[in-house]
């Protein structure tokens, strides 16, 4: 081995789903938005000069900010973008999170904090969801370095509501507290009402989902100008530039067109509606979901040969060999005929 070995990073890298190049396919695999983006988002990509390349972007992001700002009501003061709210995540994982003392974030979430807590090598534990997946709120009770919920939380799906949040915030008040909300336009309630209480509470968001523009990479946070202002130190030490000036342009115009955004949202929540009924009709169990996506298991089906079986059918779920969850799938909502495809393959399967 050479000396010089000693001294690289390890860190075991967080595993994306697969991103499959197949032209016919039914992709339920990693939450994507089965609907195009905003029209107003199409007329801004047909506007961009190919002479702007040459410049540098607004390392401000002034106008996404302001119009994120705008439409959530904050100052802009309280507003940080970044490139997908794993971006956001990281910074702000990086710039809160300097305790001795361990984070708190569930057994099953996300599966990039353990990532993050390992890479910047701060301390973590991850207390149990319970026997019905649901986060114990007295497990964030304790003494701490920070904690971090995704609420809805993934991959369960469950959203917890506002006095929920607000107890761990009570219980939480010498720390930083992330709430990340990537699914929550989806059907849950936002944390937002309790930033003006809170100073320690942070919000993440994304463009990824509700807003179909997985392919772009923005996301954002709220939160009290002292952790903004924070967050903005520690990035503008690793890189001023984060959003190409094409994010910043048709991020705001995404925002402008609220009439499509709450259009596409309810056709994805009756889908999501419609699709769980059916899976409840063969037997399957799941939590109601405030989220795009179904988290499913079965008493009587293999649903890792479920998931192979659909994955030659070229219908791909997520599927993960872990503890506690290796006889679940968690399934995006796509269109109504995707689904019906999904569920007709399902049934064959189970019929079989
Ligand atoms: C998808 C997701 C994210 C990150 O999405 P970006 O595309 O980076 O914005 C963050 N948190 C959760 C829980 C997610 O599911």
């Not at 070995?5 to 992709?27: A, D, F, T, W």
């Not at 309280?78 to 809160?96: E, I, M, N, W």
């Not at 609420?151 to 008040?173: K, M």
Request: hydrophobic fraction near 40%; charge should be negative.
């Amino acid at each position: 081995m050479n000396a010089w070995e000693q001294n690289i990073r390890q860190v075991e890298p967080y595993v994306p789903g697969e991103q499959p190049q197949l032209s016919e396919m039914i992709k339920l695999n990693t939450n994507e938005n089965p609907y195009p983006p905003a029209p107003k988002v199409k007329e801004a990509m047909e506007q961009m000069k190919i002479g702007d390349m040459r410049l540098y972007p607004d390392a401000k992001c002034t106008t996404l900010v302001e119009a994120l700002a705008e439409y959530y009501e904050l100052d802009k003061d309280q507003v940080f973008v970044g490139v997908g709210s794993d971006d956001v995540l990281a910074t702000a994982f990086l710039t809160f999170f300097n305790s001795k003392k361990p984070i708190l974030f569930p057994d099953i979430t996300y599966a990039f904090y353990d990532v993050w807590a390992e890479l910047y090598r701060i301390p973590y534990e991850r207390p149990k969801l319970d026997a019905s997946f649901r986060i114990r709120k007295e497990d964030y009770y304790k003494e701490n370095g920070g904690v971090v919920i995704a609420n809805p939380n993934a991959p369960t799906s469950i959203c917890e509501g506002l006095e929920f949040i607000e107890d761990i915030l009570v219980h939480n008040q010498d720390v930083i507290v992330i709430v990340d909300e990537a699914y929550i336009d989806f059907g849950g309630t936002s944390a937002r009402p309790l930033l003006e209480k809170y100073d320690n509470l942070l919000i993440t968001q994304t463009f990824s989902k509700s807003r179909s523009m997985a392919g772009v990479r923005i996301g954002y946070c709220m939160g009290s100008k002292r952790l903004i202002q924070a967050m903005n130190d520690v990035k503008y030490s690793i890189n001023s530039y984060t959003m190409n000036q094409w994010a910043l342009q048709v991020g705001v115009e995404a925002i402008k067109d609220e009439a499509y955004f709450k259009q596409r949202i309810q056709q994805i929540i009756e889908t999501r509606e419609e699709t769980a009924a059916e899976l409840r009709k063969m037997g399957f169990e799941l939590p109601d979901s405030s989220a795009n996506f179904l988290f499913v298991t079965h008493k009587s089906v293999d649903c890792t040969k479920l998931f192979e079986y659909l994955r030659e059918k070229h219908i791909f779920v997520r599927h993960w060999n872990k503890e506690r969850i290796k006889n679940h799938l968690r399934v995006t909502i796509g269109t109504k005929e995707e689904m019906k495809r999904f569920l007709e393959e399902t049934k064959k399967f189970i019929e079989a």
